[in-house]
């Protein structure tokens, strides 16, 4: 009689705290993300349904060696670190010269169009370069990511090529883009180890133009907009980069410390609320950052050349950089070199 009634408190426990965990996912505390997909129409679900396979990693910037991670291959959306990817490209304009922070980019009918956030910028107007990027860093707006892929790249669609093949080249073999901000797609999907890889070569490539993503706020027209990245400022050490938040990919975060000559990015994607996720985050800088190395000894993180037509990097192709022996523990592994097995994931967002 005792057993039973242990097993039915047990089972009340159990969905009174599967209750909590999706009325969490109800909430978000960063509107980065506009909830529908990047074609413009809703999906519809339910969000009992939601279950993502939350994942993280830690990996050592000094030696490229990971600290710690957990499901680090498992497929999953990215949402708004889309736009870390973005902000690479056109970095790598700044650094060409082609385009200047005070250039003016031109406001399309398409871009004005983004669902929020956004700057609520209207077709015909201008914006200033460097107000693009920080628009993008602290606001996540989404207007301001589209404006970007247009001049770069004409279009919307053919810049996520360009993105995507980046990503390839630097060795982001999991990672696919379909549009520069991150709006739900089915098809645009990332890997917590992909970006990691993304953290440390955008910071390690463009050292200059990477300090904008430790703006905490910007003014723009008189309106200040403050950072979603809640541990600039809070957390020691933590210099960026980039929170992001769709119903399909939960809540995500990539952040860059550098501490007392120690140097860690980790990822988290697929926690059920912000504040979850930041106080997770904070556990593994704080557990983490000591087992850094103090010595830079990472080779530099190249890029490599696909062949045409190719979508993704040869089966044979050399890795970016090597990865340590794997230790494995319950779902836990540390220094992973296991095969990629990803998990596919169905975009799930709520129609309004």
Request: net charge neutral; charged share 20%; glycine share 6%.
């Amino acid at each position: 009689m005792m057993q039973a009634h242990s097993g039915v408190l047990y089972s009340l426990r159990y969905e009174l705290f599967g209750l909590a965990a999706m009325a969490a996912m109800t909430v978000s505390s960063n509107p980065a993300d506009a909830r529908h997909h990047s074609g413009g129409t809703p999906h519809s679900a339910h969000v009992d349904s939601y279950s993502p396979p939350t994942s993280w990693i830690v990996v050592d910037g000094n030696t490229g060696a990971v600290l710690h991670t957990s499901n680090p291959d498992a497929l999953r959306h990215p949402a708004s670190l889309t736009k870390i990817m973005t902000l690479y490209l056109l970095f790598e304009r700044l650094e060409e010269r082609t385009i200047r922070l005070d250039t003016l980019l031109r406001v399309s009918d398409h871009a004005a169009k983004q669902p929020p956030t956004k700057l609520r910028l209207t077709p015909g107007q201008t914006i200033a370069v460097e107000d693009a990027i920080k628009a993008v860093v602290t606001k996540s707006a989404n207007d301001a990511a589209v404006i970007i892929a247009e001049t770069l790249a004409g279009d919307e669609v053919n810049f996520a090529k360009l993105m995507t093949e980046k990503a390839h080249a630097l060795g982001m073999s999991h990672t696919n883009y379909v549009n520069a901000s991150g709006l739900p797609d089915d098809d645009q999907n990332t890997t917590a180890r992909d970006q990691a890889l993304l953290g440390r070569a955008i910071q390690e490539r463009f050292p200059h133009y990477y300090k904008y993503f430790s703006t905490k706020v910007f003014v723009y027209r008189g309106k200040a907009m403050r950072n979603h990245n809640q541990l600039l400022g809070v957390v020691g050490g933590v210099d960026g980069i980039k929170t992001g938040y769709t119903r399909a990919s939960g809540f995500n975060l990539v952040t860059s410390v550098h501490r007392d000559g120690r140097y860690i990015v980790a990822v988290i994607l697929g926690r059920h609320s912000a504040s979850e996720r930041d106080a997770y985050m904070r556990e593994l800088i704080n557990t983490h950052i000591k087992e850094a190395s103090l010595r830079h000894s990472a080779p530099v993180i190249v890029e490599r050349a696909e062949r045409q037509g190719d979508t993704k990097p040869a089966a044979n192709a050399p890795l970016t950089e090597a990865t340590p022996a794997a230790s494995v523990d319950g779902n836990t592994t540390v220094g992973s070199n296991d095969p990629i097995q990803p998990l596919l994931v169905k975009t799930i967002s709520i129609g309004r």
